[in-house]
C-alpha cells in the first residue's frame, strides 16, 4: 500500500496558475499508476489527469487539456498537477490516486485505484 498526501490547493482568480503536489510514501511510488481527480460540490467525482510510470505517457479529461500538465519526479515520490488558466469551474475538492495495476482502457475509472490521498481544495474566483 501507498499513502498519499495531497497539496498546493489554495484560492486562485480567474486565469491564474496553481500546482498541486501529491506526494508518496509506503511503497516503491515509481512502479504506480497515478491518477487525479476532482469533486465539484454537488457533484460526482471526475477524472482530471493521469500519468504512467513515466512522464511520456499522459492522459487528460477534455476540459482541461492545454490547461493542466502531470509530471512526476520518481526519485522524490512526488506526482504534480501544473494548473494554469484556471476558470471558476475549475473549482473542487482535487485527489491524487494511485495503482499498481491500472487497465490503460480505465485510466479514468476511479475503481482502478485502490490508494488515495484526502483532498486538497482548489476555489478559483471569478
Known amino acids: 500500500q501507498v499513502h498519499l498526501v495531497e497539496s498546493g490547493g489554495g484560492l486562485v482568480q480567474a486565469g491564474g496558475s496553481l500546482r498541486l503536489s501529491c506526494a508518496a510514501s509506503?511503497?516503491?511510488?515509481?512502479?504506480?499508476?497515478v491518477g487525479w481527480f476532482r469533486q465539484a460540490p454537488g457533484k460526482e467525482r471526475e477524472f482530471v489527469a493521469s500519468?504512467?510510470?513515466?512522464?511520456?505517457?499522459?492522459y487528460y479529461a477534455d476540459s482541461v487539456k492545454e490547461r493542466f500538465t502531470v509530471t512526476r519526479d520518481n526519485a522524490k515520490n512526488t506526482v504534480y498537477l501544473q494548473m494554469n488558466s484556471l476558470k471558476p469551474e475549475d473549482t473542487a475538492v482535487y485527489y491524487c490516486?494511485?495503482?499498481?495495476?491500472?487497465?490503460?482502457?480505465?485510466?479514468?475509472?476511479?475503481?482502478?485505484?485502490?490508494?488515495w490521498g484526502q483532498g486538497t481544495q482548489v476555489t478559483v474566483s471569478s
Open positions: 500519468i504512467r510510470r513515466t512522464t511520456a505517457y499522459t
Open positions: 490516486a494511485a495503482d499498481r495495476l491500472v487497465d490503460p482502457s480505465r485510466i479514468n475509472y476511479e475503481d482502478e485505484y485502490q490508494n
Open positions: 509506503g511503497a516503491t511510488f515509481s512502479t504506480y499508476f
